[in-house]
């Protein structure tokens, strides 16, 4: 039983708390509600902001880009190389994207659709002139990654998704055989309903033989609530990037990567699947310096879920991104206090205004339950207190139980 544990800046008994330290662990970012192409003023905001050394920090990162609704011809290509240039030339690593959140597998929402897309991207792809050296692949090969946000909505099924998949799957393969200027490789964000369906179904092997990296979007209080920021599940509930992260883990391949997205924005009405864009932690009631507080609220919860991990699940994220920010404007607005050119307000909207709702509960080390610093008899005796609930779940199997208290043991001593 015994877990990598990797050291987590917390405050303890005390109230002193550890100097910040670089994770171990890389993060990146989306950007499909802004396309910071065709203007080099927001194109060098846009880079500025990647490329900051502020915390949580996408320097070096894998920066998934919307772009399929831009090259759909010739006129367009010289946008997208600027674009390529400039992301490439500052260490970014690329994804372009094609997006459809409503996929229902009928006309209009279909494979042929996503097909015809992804298509574009790969004709540009055949022809793209940008010295890459950034974003090459094995053998020092310029590749760019191919990104589907395709979730399938009502008659679509898991099957149909990876269908699909296999379809898109059989292009890149047909482009890279071609020996264009720039291979592809593909990767796929899939919801928490998405992953159960293809991990319940058996279909996650066949998913794997189409991507070469999944991004679960996994939520971190998300299977806490019974519904929109209206209290907490009254039986006990797993954390979300456990339950989520570790099921995505434990199913990719050698060689293939997956990864967690993490939604910051405030203009959602779905706050419970939030997990850091609530006004209570955006704009903290308590706190006289806010962006501390949220920026510090994120990285612990980064951290925290990264030890919940074990080091086999851990290998599996992908090198340059294992948590992704959703999206620029709002990872803008969170961490910095600045919306980039394009964007609404930095304010709440809608249910997510409230103050209090929606704001999970951060653990500490695993065992340490009372976040003393130590693993000892007063952790044991609370663990002991809280036996059938969920609060202090550290084998995340959603219940406190015998195992929680053997891995107590297991832990014992002075948290690194």
């Given at each position: 039983?015994?877990?990598?544990?990797?050291?987590?800046?917390?405050?303890?008994?005390?109230?002193?708390?550890?100097?910040?330290?670089?994770?171990?662990?890389?993060?990146?970012?989306?950007?499909?509600?802004?396309?910071?192409?065709?203007?080099?003023?927001?194109?060098?905001?846009?880079?500025?902001?990647?490329?900051?050394?502020?915390?949580?920090?996408?320097?070096?990162?894998?920066?998934?880009?919307?772009?399929?609704?831009?090259?759909?011809?010739?006129?367009?290509?010289?946008?997208?190389?600027?674009?390529?240039?400039?992301?490439?030339?500052?260490?970014?690593?690329v994804s372009l994207n094609?997006?459809?959140?409503?996929?229902?597998?009928?006309?209009?929402?279909?494979?042929?659709?996503?097909?015809?897309?992804?298509?574009?991207?790969?004709?540009?792809?055949?022809?793209?002139?940008?010295?890459?050296?950034?974003?090459?692949?094995?053998?020092?090969?310029?590749?760019?990654?191919?990104?589907?946000?395709?979730?399938?909505?009502?008659?679509?099924?898991?099957?149909?998704?990876?269908?699909?998949?296999?379809?898109?799957?059989?292009?890149?393969?047909?482009?890279?055989?071609?020996?264009?200027?720039?291979?592809?490789?593909?990767?796929?964000?899939?919801?928490?309903?998405?992953?159960?369906?293809?991990?319940?179904?058996?279909?996650?092997?066949?998913?794997?033989?189409?991507?070469?990296?999944?991004?679960?979007?996994?939520?971190?209080?998300?299977?806490?609530?019974?519904?929109?920021?209206?209290?907490?599940?009254?039986?006990?509930?797993?954390?979300?990037?456990?339950?989520?992260?570790?099921?995505?883990?434990?199913?990719?391949?050698?060689?293939?990567?997956?990864?967690?997205?993490?939604?910051?924005?405030?203009?959602?009405?779905?706050?419970?699947?939030?997990?850091?864009?609530?006004?209570?932690?955006?704009?903290?009631?308590?706190?006289?310096?806010?962006?501390?507080?949220?920026?510090?609220?994120?990285?612990?919860?980064?951290?925290?879920?990264?030890?919940?991990?074990?080091?086999s699940e851990q290998s599996?994220?992908?090198?340059?991104?294992?948590?992704?920010?959703?999206?620029?404007?709002?990872?803008?607005?969170?961490?910095?206090?600045?919306?980039?050119?394009?964007?609404?307000?930095?304010?709440?909207?809608?249910?997510?205004?409230?103050?209090?709702?929606?704001?999970?509960?951060?653990?500490?080390?695993?065992?340490?339950?009372?976040?003393?610093?130590?693993?000892?008899?007063?952790?044991?005796?609370?663990?002991?207190?809280?036996?059938?609930?969920?609060?202090?779940?550290?084998?995340?199997?959603?219940?406190?139980?015998?195992?929680?208290?053997?891995?107590?043991?297991?832990?014992?001593?002075?948290?690194?």
């Amino acid at each position: 039983m015994n877990h990598l544990l990797v050291s987590v800046c917390v405050a303890i008994a005390s109230g002193a708390a550890c100097a910040a330290s670089p994770p171990p662990y890389s993060v990146g970012m989306m950007n499909w509600l802004e396309q910071p192409i065709t203007s080099s003023v927001d194109r060098a905001g846009f880079i500025q902001c990647c490329t900051s050394s502020s915390l949580p920090s996408v320097a070096g990162g894998w920066i998934i880009q919307e772009a399929a609704g831009v090259v759909q011809g010739s006129a367009l290509y010289t946008d997208l190389d600027a674009y390529l240039t400039a992301v490439d030339g500052a260490g970014l690593h690329v994804s372009l994207n094609y997006g459809d959140d409503d996929w229902t597998n009928a006309s209009g929402h279909d494979t042929a659709s996503v097909s015809d897309n992804v298509q574009n991207l790969l004709t540009y792809l055949a022809q793209c002139p940008v010295p890459l050296s950034t974003n090459v692949g094995s053998g020092g090969t310029p590749t760019i990654d191919i990104n589907l946000d395709v979730e399938p909505k009502g008659a679509a099924t898991a099957s149909d998704w990876v269908a699909m998949a296999a379809a898109v799957r059989d292009l890149i393969t047909t482009h890279n055989a071609s020996s264009p200027n720039v291979h592809a490789t593909l990767s796929g964000f899939i919801n928490t309903n998405l992953l159960d369906e293809l991990d319940t179904g058996n279909l996650l092997p066949q998913a794997w033989q189409q991507f070469d990296s999944l991004i679960v979007m996994a939520y971190r209080n998300l299977p806490c609530f019974t519904a929109q920021c209206s209290g907490t599940d009254s039986m006990p509930c797993a954390d979300g990037f456990a339950l989520a992260g570790s099921t995505l883990a434990a199913a990719t391949p050698a060689g293939k990567h997956c990864a967690i997205a993490l939604e910051l924005g405030l203009d959602v009405g779905s706050c419970n699947k939030i997990s850091f864009g609530t006004t209570g932690i955006y704009e903290h009631p308590g706190s006289s310096d806010p962006t501390a507080y949220r920026t510090g609220f994120l990285r612990t919860a980064m951290q925290q879920g990264w030890n919940l991990m074990t080091p086999s699940e851990q290998s599996k994220f992908h090198p340059h991104g294992a948590y992704i920010m959703h999206s620029y404007q709002w990872f803008s607005c969170f961490r910095d206090g600045i919306q980039p050119t394009g964007g609404g307000a930095c304010q709440p909207a809608g249910a997510c205004d409230d103050t209090t709702a929606c704001i999970p509960t951060l653990s500490t080390h695993l065992g340490d339950v009372n976040g003393d610093g130590t693993i000892d008899e007063a952790d044991l005796e609370l663990l002991e207190s809280m036996l059938g609930t969920c609060s202090g779940d550290i084998d995340r199997d959603g219940t406190i139980g015998v195992l929680d208290l053997l891995e107590l043991i297991d832990r014992w001593g002075t948290c690194p």
